[in-house]
């Protein structure tokens, strides 16, 4: 589970921020060529059993297989790369701010999201899912 928090990541703003390009996700899927699946994902406000709204979905780099060098390793995988667009990103309503302390409570400071990868054949495969919190655009593009 990946969660897309900034309290989650004190180091650095893992939040998606609205009116931003969200482009810092990389999955592998190791040792198996998948590029003939198609990939998905979606961010809703609630889950789909509760009736969740969809505010937008991700858009995905072709998929691509080969050899990867990472951490002195070298291994085969496909790279599955999910983005959102600036336009994506302006579009999406900005979550309740929160404190550590803060309960979580999906709708009003968190929003859900997901990716998966579907085969030809129909098979799935949930690739990640978690939480998304979303922080305000501070300046306007013109």
């Not at 790369?81 to 803060?102: E, I, Q």
Request: hydrophobic share 35%; proline share 5%; net charge negative.
């Amino acid at each position: 589970m990946c969660h897309i928090f900034n309290l989650d990541n004190l180091d650095s703003c893992s939040a998606i921020e609205q009116g931003a390009t969200l482009d810092f996700l990389t999955f592998y899927y190791k040792d198996r060529d998948i590029t003939s699946w198609s990939p998905s994902g979606e961010i809703r406000n609630k889950y789909a059993y509760q009736d969740g709204t969809v505010l937008t979905s991700f858009r995905f780099e072709p998929l691509l297989y080969g050899s990867l060098t990472e951490g002195g390793e070298t291994f085969l995988a496909t790279v599955i790369r999910p983005y959102l667009t600036a336009t994506d990103t302006l579009g999406l309503p900005v979550t309740m701010p929160r404190t550590k302390s803060d309960r979580v409570l999906i709708g009003r400071n968190a929003f859900v999201y997901d990716i998966k990868l579907s085969s030809p054949s129909g098979q799935v495969i949930i690739l990640s899912r978690g939480l998304v919190e979303v922080v305000p655009d501070v300046t306007r593009n013109l």
